[in-house]
Nanobody, 122 residues
Framework: VQLQASGGGLVQAGDSLRLSCTASGRTFTRYGMGWFRQAPGKEREFVATITWNGGSTYYADSVKGRFTISRDSAKNQVYLQMNSPKPEDTAVYYC????????????????WGQGTLVTVSS
């Protein structure tokens, strides 16, 4: 599975932004998908994950109620809708694929996209 994240950019606090992750490979539907982020000088941290069929999701407490993860398997895409972003959400965002159900740890993900930068201004 190859992953390509896109949709990052500069956004004002309180606005909205949607990240996309396009997957190539016929086995995309066998994988759970996740979004992670890494701010300068910080470790990569879990943001959200969704099961292979989109039936279940799980979020980090820091984004719960503001961000929504979804997937469109027909299009081989996963999305992260970011509503009411805050300056502390500024980071490079990565999508990743895992064979483990609702995984939250980076080492449980087998494939990673290249990352897309999100900058939230106050």
């Amino acid at each position: 599975v190859q992953l390509q994240a896109s949709g990052g950019g500069l956004v004002q606090a309180g606005d909205s932004l949607r990240l996309s992750c396009t997957a190539s490979g016929r086995t995309f539907t066998r994988y759970g998908m996740g979004w992670f982020r890494q701010a300068p000088g910080k470790e990569r941290e879990f943001v959200a994950t969704i099961t292979w069929n989109g039936g279940s999701t799980y979020y980090a407490d820091s984004v719960k109620g503001r961000f929504t993860i979804s997937r469109d398997s027909a299009k081989n895409q996963v999305y992260l809708q970011m509503n009411s972003p805050k300056p502390e959400d500024t980071a490079v965002y990565y999508c990743a694929a895992s064979q483990i159900l609702l995984a939250t740890q980076p080492h449980r993900y087998n494939y990673w996209g290249q990352g897309t930068l999100v900058t939230v201004s106050s």
